[in-house]
């Protein structure tokens, strides 16, 4: 059984930094592409960060692209997301999948973790 568990958001004053962690379980880690979305109150759930299987490359959304950095270990089956110079539209839940051929490698998704930023 898939199991993502998103821990490290928080309430943090505009220009602070947040580091998201996702602890995975249930497939094979290292071999999912793994991303980070986030879904504000009222609107859709978006694509923030992917980082590849194999060469660990990575990906951005326009909106976060230079203040938020995705990386991975996959000894510890663990996606991180280091979010720096955050502004209130950051605000939202966050969460993570994996991703492998087009497909989720789940649809049961974790609870999330929640960013507010806010002074």
């Known amino acids: 059984q898939v199991q993502l568990v998103e821990s490290g958001g928080g309430l943090v004053q505009p220009g602070g930094s947040l580091r998201l962690s996702c602890a995975t379980s249930?497939?094979?880690?290292?071999?999912?592409?793994m991303s980070w979305y986030r879904q504000a109150p009222g609107k859709e759930r978006e694509l923030v960060a992917t980082?590849?299987?194999?060469?660990?490359?990575?990906t951005y959304a326009d909106a976060v692209k230079g203040r938020f950095t995705i990386s991975r270990d996959n000894g510890k089956n663990t996606v991180y997301l280091q979010m720096n110079s955050l502004k209130p539209e950051d605000t939202a839940v966050y969460y993570c999948?994996?991703?492998?051929?087009?497909?989720?490698?789940?649809?049961?998704w974790g609870q999330g973790t929640q960013v507010t930023v806010s002074s």
């Open positions: 980082i590849g299987s194999l060469t660990g490359s990575t």
């Open positions: 249930g497939f094979t880690f290292s071999r999912y592409a």
């Open positions: 999948n994996g991703r492998r051929s087009g497909v989720l490698a789940t649809t049961s």
